[in-house]
């Protein structure tokens, strides 16, 4: 099922004069925005006369750039045409903001509503929007375009658990969408209710990293096919990219963005099946253009041929080079610990890792919760337990990590993006 067929499975040939167009076009809008007026003045790049060999020397855009534009500094267009600001959370310094004129939201939309129509949702299903409204990109940004396939929309955004599985039940839910560490509580919870989420069949989880190992948990506990969605902010939000049925890979709306996979440490452009940073360049964006913007986000290209029809696919976001933790030397991002610890059936799927610097050493440790059917009430004779999990993390991660189990139910749970990460080296967390 398509929302937009002639888009969605664009021949390659028309793809590119398409690109090409719309790139020239993007590079008119990001003329109004004096940062890049300055740096393709400098790079003697114009709209008129852009070439995609040009692409390669125009400077990265980075996400410390778009923080000292504060507030409203990569706008394109008069603040009378912006009709919608949204902002990270900013939870490092001043928060990002993104602005949208009525065409972004339409455009916006029409990205939601070809995610959703994709993975076979519609008129008859009633979908419950468990995502922040507000200034997160989440809520609303799906809200449009679930009503414009004209979905029944619950928007029940977060918290309030309980509530949101009676309104599951009541109200006959087919399809939910939140963060997968939502999702999970949300399990968690209808179990101890006893709910049996007889109605629900479709689950989108996206805003944060997780594993395969976390799909097949949600779709067990949940009964539902569960799809990856990825966003940012600063590509509208989410709808973005967004798996398909095929559940390989997430499709990327190549009429609407620009790829590059390029290496994070020296800026070079890598291939189909190469791990890097992703880079974006939107398409369609009219108050607030980006130019090769650098993500953070780790991914890559896949080869094209999905059975679906579509083109551009990348592989599942690992993470961000950001959270990536360096440990001895060693790499690891918080979402493989989660997929090691999901196939262990002694232990639950709530963790929280802790990194310290003990006599010039980093000491990893992980807290995790011990599964309900293997905590007897007391947590004795469980060496045998800790030594599993610390030597199946050894082994996958390359790693000594110390383990501690806990209590069912004892750590803390999410209702938006999970932090499960403490870094207690610098100071910070
Ligand atoms: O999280 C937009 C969104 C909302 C996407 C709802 C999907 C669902 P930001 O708050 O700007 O926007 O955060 C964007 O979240 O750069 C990734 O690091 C991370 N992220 C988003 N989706 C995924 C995903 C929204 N499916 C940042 N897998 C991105 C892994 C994800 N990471």
Known sequence: MYWNRTMETLPPDE????QKKRLK????????VPFYQKRLSEAGISADNFTLEDMARIPFTTKKELREGYPFGFFAVPMRKVVRIHTTSGTTGKPTVVGYTQKDIENWAELIARDLTMIGLGEDDVFQNALGYGLFTGGLGFHYGAELI???VLPSATGN???QIEMIEDFGV???NSTPSYAMHLAEVAEDMGAGLETLRVGIFGAEPWSDNMRRELESRLGITAYDSYGMSEMYGPGASFECRERSGLHFWHDAYYLEIIDPETGEGLGP??????????????AMPLLRFRTGDITMLLEDGCPCGRGQKISRILGRSDDMLVIRGVNVFPSQIE???????EVGEQFMVYIDRVKHLDEMTIDVELHREYFSGELKDLAKVQKKVSDILRETLGLRTRVNLVEPGTL?????????VVDRRTGVW
Do not use: D, S, Y
């Open 25 to 32: 076009w993007t590079i008119k809008q990001a003329e109004n």
């Open 412 to 420: 803390p749970r999410f209702e938006g993006k999970a932090k499960r």
């Open 339 to 345: 997929h090691v610890l999901l196939a262990l059936p």
């Open 15 to 18: 793809l590119e004069v398409l």
């Open 161 to 163: 658990t309980r509530r």
């Open 150 to 152: 004209g979905m029944t």
């Open 174 to 176: 087919t399809a939910i």
């Open 273 to 286: 099946g190469e791990r890097g940073e992703l880079v974006v360049t939107p398409l369609i964006k009219e």
